[in-house]
């Protein structure tokens, strides 16, 4: 059985969340562009809508948010 994780009301499978770190390396994505893209405000609409979120000194992203913003398959 998956585990889920609820965001903003909204479930996601523990496989969907990402580090920085780990979406840049399974997404082929050059090492520091996402926090970049985040300190920029391209992911400003998926931090608002509980997509991307902080914890501690680490960034969480889902791929949806990914998909939306790098158009990552």
């Known amino acids: 059985m998956q585990q889920l994780s609820v965001i903003d ?5 523990l ?9 840049e390396k399974n997404y082929n994505l050059p ?3 996402i926090r ?4 920029r405000g391209r992911f400003r609409s998926q931090i608002e809508r509980g997509l ?3 914890s501690g000194k ?3 992203i889902t ?3 990914l ?5 990552v398959q």
């Open 36 to 39: 970049v893209a985040i300190q």
């Open 15 to 23: 496989d969907e969340i990402l580090t920085t770190s780990e979406a």
């Open 9 to 13: 009301d909204k479930k996601f499978s």
């Open 58 to 60: 680490v960034w969480l």
């Open 31 to 33: 090492i520091g562009s």
């Open 67 to 71: 998909k939306e913003v790098f158009g």
């Open 63 to 65: 791929e949806t948010a």
């Open 52 to 54: 991307v979120r902080q």
